[in-house]
């Protein structure tokens, strides 16, 4: 008989920055951003093995050959957090997920995605900003604008103003439900080692998102995916109307009407087992009924994952960000 095929496990990538704030190799493009944003002159690459990248962070020669093929696809990026071309569109995506009317592409060519970003970074063409060329065998490389990078920044400095006000006004009218979504990720879901993470994101910049590790020594994707409910209970008030957002049906479910008959049974399944994750689910419970009893409506909505919702692809996100950092 044939052997089983294994399931392939998603690839790691390590991101190295030569030249930045804090020189290094990074497991995360958040943290990786961190040190080049605004940091004049920045030199960074993601490799798929920590030694190539450990190499580029400190100056040596790459010798694997990945690090130096040349990428084939560009993704320009005219209106989003950092406008420019990118050539990893798990990058791209993040700058632009969120933000308000983006505007991105992809391109078979870097000239066609300068073109584009060019074209559409909001200059009018006598004041076109020049998108600087960069080595084509750069795989991760961003390309900052000169012009809109100030305004980009100014952007980011009136949205938060926005955000704030808006979080204000749903403070002021606890009525008004604040959106919010959830959601969990765990690598190696299920296995010794596995690592799970808790994204929650708040609509409207109700609150500060929440992105951090699962605590405690199991790691599985429904416990994160709880873990997450219970986090974003926590951070609103709770006489505040909420609408969460998960596409976990197996958490709507355990919260909403398992729950009854669980207790009832003194919390067996139907197979007289203990009911895993009892004690997020009690926890998730006791702020559901404390809320009910301060008139705050506590409502569950399915929205179909890795799709295209931005707020659920935003939570996946500081999920799988969650997922890679230390206890």
Known sequence: MPAPKRKMEPETKYYAVRAGYKPGVYTSWALCQQQITGFKGAQFKSFTSYEDASAFAAGRPVASATSTSSPSKFYGVAVGRTPGV???WSIAQQEVVGWKNPKYKKFETRAEAEEFVRQWSGKPSSQAVKVPQV?????LQVIALEGPAKSSRKARKTGATQSAHQAQ?????????????????????GKVGAMAGVGVYFCGGFRENISERL???V??????????????????PDTQNCELRTDSQYTINCVTSWYKKWMKNEWRNAK???VSNQDLIVAIRKKIDMRDRKAAETKFVWVKGHGTDEGNIAADMLAVKGATMMF
């Open 215 to 217: 605590q405690g020594p």
């Open 169 to 189: 006004e749903a403070l002021d009218d606890a009525s008004k439900p604040v959106i919010i979504y959830t959601d969990g990720s765990a690598r190696g879901n």
């Open 135 to 139: 080595d084509e065998t750069d795989d």
């Open 272 to 274: 007289g087992e203990e």
């Open 86 to 88: 990118y050539t990893d």
């Open 219 to 236: 790691q599985t994707n429904q416990r994160a995916e709880l873990t997450a409910v219970l986090r974003a209970l926590e951070a609103i």
